[in-house]
C-alpha cells in the first residue's frame, strides 16, 4: 500500500508569488501515476495534473507539475486570488488508491 | 455536459445501513468505471472503492472491512454504495467520482469528474 504525504501543511502567501508543493509517495509511484487536485470550500475536487506533469483540459498554465519516483510538486507561478485552496496528490498505481493529506494554500 | 448527481445521504443511527445512487449523464457510462471517494468534516480526501465498467471488478479501501459494497446498473446509468454497519466514523460527504478510463482488471485510475456529494451522518 503506497501513502502520500503532502508537504507543508499549510502554505501562506500573498497573490503573484509562487507556490511549491510537495507530495512524497512511501514507494517508487511507477509510471509517473500521479494526480494532483484543487478543491475549494463547499466544491468537490477539480483535476488539475495527471501523469505527474499534464495538465488536465481548461487548467491554467501557470499550474505545472513535475517529479519522479517518490518524490514530486506542484507549482503555481503566480498565485491568483482564485488559487487559494486546498491541494490534494492522489496515486493511481494500482490498488489501493490513495490521497495525500492535503496541503492548504491560504492568503498571506 | 458529464454530470454527476448523488443521492440517498442522510442522518443514521450507529449500526445502520443506507444506499447511496449516483446518477450520470452527458457521457457513456458503461464504458467508464467510476469510484466513490469521501471527504469527513473539516479533513482530507479518502477514496472508498473503484467498479470497472461492466461492474465485474471491485476494489475496496482495506479500512471497510467488507462493511461497504459498490455496484452499478448500466441500464440505469446509475452508481450505488451499499454501507452497512455504519459507525461514527463515518460521517462524511461521500462524493461520486467518473474514472478516466473502462478499467478491465486492475483500476488504476484518476478523476475527471466529480459529483456535488451526498452527506451520510452516523450518529444517534
Known amino acids: 500500500e503506497i501513502v502520500l504525504t503532502q508537504s507543508p501543511g499549510t502554505l501562506s502567501l500573498s497573490p503573484g508569488e509562487r507556490a511549491t508543493l510537495s507530495c512524497r509517495a512511501s514507494q517508487t509511484i511507477a509510471g509517473n501515476s500521479l494526480a494532483w487536485y484543487q478543491q475549494k470550500p463547499g466544491q468537490p475536487p477539480r483535476l488539475l495534473i495527471y501523469g505527474a506533469s499534464s495538465g488536465a483540459t481548461g487548467i491554467p498554465a501557470r499550474f505545472s507539475g513535475g517529479g519522479s519516483g517518490t518524490d514530486f510538486t506542484l507549482i503555481i507561478s503566480s498565485l491568483e486570488p482564485e488559487d487559494f485552496a486546498v491541494y490534494y496528490c492522489?496515486?493511481?498505481?494500482?490498488?489501493?488508491?490513495?490521497f495525500g493529506g492535503g496541503t492548504k494554500v491560504e492568503i498571506k | 455536459e458529464v454530470q454527476l448527481l448523488e443521492s440517498g445521504g442522510g442522518l443514521v443511527q450507529p449500526g445502520g445501513s443506507l444506499r447511496l445512487s449516483c446518477a450520470a449523464s452527458g457521457f457513456t457510462f458503461s464504458s467508464y468505471g467510476m469510484s466513490w471517494v469521501r471527504q469527513a468534516p473539516g479533513k482530507g480526501l479518502e477514496w472508498v472503492s473503484v467498479i470497472s465498467g461492466s461492474g465485474t471488478t471491485t476494489y475496496y479501501a482495506d479500512s471497510l472491512k467488507g462493511r461497504f459494497t459498490i455496484s452499478r446498473d448500466n441500464s440505469k446509468n446509475t452508481l450505488y454504495l451499499q454501507m452497512n454497519s455504519l459507525r461514527g466514523e463515518d460521517t462524511a460527504i461521500y462524493y461520486c467520482?467518473?474514472?478516466?478510463?473502462?478499467?478491465?482488471?486492475?483500476?488504476?485510475?484518476?478523476?475527471?469528474?466529480w459529483g456535488q456529494g451526498a452527506l451520510v451522518t452516523v450518529s444517534s
Open positions: 492522489q496515486h493511481y498505481v494500482s490498488s489501493p488508491l490513495a
Open positions: 467520482a467518473k474514472a478516466i478510463k473502462y478499467c478491465g482488471g486492475e483500476c488504476s485510475t484518476y478523476f475527471d469528474y
